[in-house]
């Protein structure tokens, strides 16, 4: 204590106001354990395009491992079953993905000439990322300017070396060939396409770079360095260079199988991918209302140092940077019940592996429930930079349906595994993941062959709100909209929601409709479908994938000059009728919601009831009319129409008002909060309402001169209320001088 006292008196009051407040956090338990929320992922591994066709491979217990595609390079010419073959390799296996040469360059505003000199890995990364977003439902237009972060492994520079192959190649550089090659760009490109203003960086740590972009991605949440953060890594294999240098060091398996924890693995086989995770701090994406994955309850990231070799593995590393993981996350070896393993398959590095977390769960007694153990690369294959991505997205999608897939190609343990004594099963059928009362909690690990480790652990999200009643009666028609940048992709987006559709319900139809509508970017070609049943918004897509006239369905191409501005216009006191928005009213919860909060803080004015006189029996319906009443039912009514709107995601760009409608405007622009707003125009109707009764107003259409010339009679029991216009003058006043004015300028034939 003596030494905090000596350091605090020399410092400014400045720093040691710092000072303090670190030490007041490091007491409340600081943030460093602060858990993040994963709100979307996207991914393409090999055999599978989306996280859905990646969950049936793993789960039916396919592997993707093909020969050497003849667009990378021509196989028999490299292939030598002598691994010491000068020039050659003593492999044709991997783990491909498909047309990674295909890219959708206009639809990110890239020209095709500076698409043509990106790296492949650039672009899948863009459109991974887009994937991810529209996932974790966030429209990329209203991230942008935000401080969002984005960290992206990205180590493989195989397209660069392409155009050595050429005499020429030299004539082929250009001002884009930088960019479009250099690592530092993989982030950065997403960053400047998508106006993100938070940190943004490339990782290279080999096989960990995917959890190492994940960890730095949690840090700089939990220092605030961003709000929310693209982490992710993308590996493609376009030249045999690394293949041919792997091969030679003995690490690929000869036969195209990944084997972890077998008696006959053999090395790994090489895998392409790429994936990406939106994520945000877990208060924070409650407060949104996302829809929560998974959990990322710590990470942490080492050195193995000095050992053997450079590429050598090394338990007592490994073993650091587990315990550090579980440490910073408050948790111990007995509350993880599953652990996706880096599980190469190589004969050196499996035994290393297990041996270092049998040491860390192991049995204490009986009755303790069990680690399961496996790894995805026998079905996808070692995706090296990506790899993590591969290891992460499969422990979230765990999570999300609950089952344990069984570890393929595992036929007979390596002899060099021991399980006896620790809590470590490898499972090879898939089986529930059942807790019984405790979460759900899991460990990701990734090893880079430099020696940096990385290890994440990995939570069950916490239960979703329960979701608000269902519309009583149910809404009785949607409205679901889709766009694209062409008019060719418009009809495919047409097949795509009409699968989605048709394997729905009622219910599915509004939950589809909302996040098409609501959560989406809207782009030039668009289409509308109004439908009030499944069959009907199938019956209307289909109008649109064809390009036929139907009923309900409408079709349009904005130019691409820009957005149309939406204004919101709010109505003056007359407007109101008995029961107004009652269907809104029963229908939408959000309306409701809204007009029931309105109706709270009138209460507490007035103690009377808004809702009453809005949706009262028809002889009771009169006090409507009553200014008092009046004015704050219209006031609620419009400001819960308006919210309802926001919600659907229609955002005005000019709010305008008449009247009551100008504090409308004035409270949704945020001049002042709903709770002021609704006093102040209880108080405006409630002063109106003790004006004397029996006046009366008129517009007259005239000018002001004429019109003063006319009341001059009347001795000021009517006088100018308002000028609306050159001639546009109102009157107001006692009903027999309003009418007489009024007849006055009748018989002059003026209005």
């Known amino acids: 204590m003596s030494s905090v006292v000596e350091r605090l008196s020399k410092l400014s009051p400045a720093q040691r106001e710092l000072f303090e407040k670190r030490l ?6 600081s943030r460093t354990a602060e858990p993040i929320a994963v709100v979307g ?7 599978a395009a989306d996280a859905a066709a990646y969950w049936r491979l793993i789960t039916e217990g396919g592997h993707a491992m093909t020969e050497i595609p003849a667009d990378r390079w021509p196989v028999d010419r490299y292939y030598d079953p002598d691994p010491d073959a000068p020039g050659k ?24 000439r500076e698409a043509a000199r990106m790296d492949p890995q650039q672009r899948l990364l863009l459109e991974v990322a887009w994937e991810a977003m529209e996932h974790a439902a966030l429209v990329p237009e209203q991230l942008a300017g935000s401080r969002t972060g984005v960290f992206m492994g990205m180590g493989q520079t195989d397209y660069s070396k392409i155009p050595a192959q050429y005499g020429n190649f030299l004539e082929y550089i250009d001002a884009h060939s930088g960019t479009g090659n250099a690592l530092s760009i993989a982030a950065n490109r997403l960053s400047y396409i998508f106006d993100f203003h938070g940190p943004s960086m490339a990782v290279d740590t080999a096989c960990s770079s995917a959890l190492v972009a994940v ?9 605030r360095g961003c709000d929310a953060a693209l982490a992710g890594a993308v590996n493609l294999i376009l030249a045999p260079d690394a293949m041919m240098a792997l091969s030679k060091a003995r690490m690929l398996s000869l036969d195209g199988r990944c084997r972890p924890f077998d008696a006959s693995a053999n090395g790994y086989v090489r895998g392409e991918g790429c994936g990406v995770v939106i994520l945000k701090r877990l208060a924070d994406a409650l407060e949104a209302g996302d829809t929560v994955l998974a959990v990322l309850r710590h990470s942490a990231v080492n050195h193995v140092g000095r050992t053997s070799g450079i590429t050598a593995p090394n338990g007592g590393a490994q073993k650091a940077v587990i315990r550090a993981a579980m440490a910073g996350a408050g948790i111990g070896p007995d509350a993880v019940s599953y652990i996706e393993a880096h599980g190469t398959g190589t004969p050196l590095g499996d035994p290393i592996e297990v041996e270092a977390l049998g040491e860390l769960f192991r049995r204490t007694r ?3 429930p069990p680690c399961y153990l496996t790894s995805v690369k026998a079905n996808i294959g070692h995706l090296e930079i990506a790899a993590g991505m591969g290891g992460l997205v499969k422990v979230i999608l765990m999570m999300q349906h609950g089952r344990i897939p069984g570890q393929i190609h595992l036929d007979q343990l390596n002899p060099h595994i021991n399980l006896e004594g620790t809590r470590l099963q490898i499972p090879r059928e898939s089986l529930v993941w059942d807790c019984g009362e405790r979460p759900r909690i899991a460990g990701v690990s990734s090893f880079g062959f430099g020696g940096t480790n990385g290890h994440v652990i990995v939570e069950a999200p916490p239960p979703p709100p329960a979701p608000p009643p269902a519309p009583t009666p149910p809404r009785p028609v949607h409205l679901l909209t889709l766009s694209a940048r062409t008019q060719a992709a418009l009809k495919r987006r047409a097949d795509q929601y009409a699968e989605v559709v048709a394997a729905g319900d009622a219910a599915a139809l509004a939950d589809v409709c909302y996040t098409a509508n609501a959560t989406r970017s809207h782009f030039s070609h668009r289409a509308a479908v109004v439908a009030s049943t499944a069959k009907a918004a199938e019956d209307g897509l289909a109008a649109v994938r064809e390009g036929r006239a139907r009923a309900g369905v409408t079709a349009a191409h904005v130019p691409a000059r820009g957005r149309t501005a939406v ?3 709010f109505t003056g006191q007359g407007s109101q009728y008995a029961g107004m928005g009652r269907s809104l009213f029963e229908q939408e919860p959000r309306f409701r919601r809204t ?18 006189a809005i949706y009262a029996a028809p002889e009771a319906a009169a006090r409507l009319d009553e200014t008092g009443f009046t004015q704050p039912a219209l006031f609620a009514l419009e400001y819960a129409l308006a919210s309802l709107w926001r919600g659907w995601g229609v955002e005005p760009a000019v709010l305008l008002g008449h009247s009551v409608g100008e504090y409308a405007a004035a409270c949704l622009a945020g001049v002042f909060s709903l709770e ?3 006093r102040l125009i209880t108080a405006r109707g409630r002063l109106m309402q003790q004006l004397p009764r029996g006046g009366v107003m008129a517009v007259i259409f005239a000018d002001r001169a004429r019109v003063e010339a006319a009341l001059a009679p009347h001795g000021g029991r009517a006088a100018i209320a308002a000028v609306n216009g050159p001639e546009n003058t109102v009157i107001s006043g006692e009903a027999p001088a309003v009418r007489a004015v009024v007849e006055h300028f009748e018989n002059a034939s003026v209005r």
């Open 366 to 368: 009986r009755d303790e």
């Open 595 to 612: 007009m029931e909060e309105c109706e709270g803080i009138y209460r507490a004015i007035t103690g009377d009831s808004l809702l009453q």
């Open 676 to 678: 002021d707003g609704m």
């Open 24 to 29: 007041r956090e490091q007491a409340a338990g």
């Open 567 to 569: 204004g919101f216009l």
């Open 215 to 223: 960890h730095l991605a949690i840090d700089s949440l939990r220092n």
């Open 41 to 47: 992922l996207a991914c393409r591994f090999p055999q």
């Open 89 to 112: 390799m003593a492999v044709r296996w991997g783990a491909f993905l498909d047309q990674v040469d295909q890219f959708d360059a206009l639809f990110f505003g890239i020209t095709p």
